[in-house]
């Protein structure tokens, strides 16, 4: 083979090397970016379910002031 051929046929080798590792790093970071969006949802369920028990909290908190108040009232 003469120095032009290897050339080209090197030229078209990397050019299928970096199409490959082209595809394999769309395809990580798709699977980071969902991993992401999972952890992203996880967090905003915990954070929904802790607002809740908040508000739970706070209705027993005002419950008890409310009924403290009648029953001081009440004497």
Do not use: C, P
């Amino acid at each position: 083979m003469e120095d032009g051929q290897i050339f080209v046929l090197t030229i078209i080798f990397g050019s299928f090397v970096f199409a490959g590792f082209s595809q394999w790093m769309k395809a990580k970071t798709d699977a980071m970016k969902n991993a992401a969006r999972e952890g992203d949802n996880a967090l905003k369920r915990e954070v929904r379910a802790l607002e809740e028990r908040v508000r739970v909290l706070e209705r027993i908190a005002t419950d008890k002031r409310s009924r403290l108040k009648e029953e001081i009232d009440a004497l």
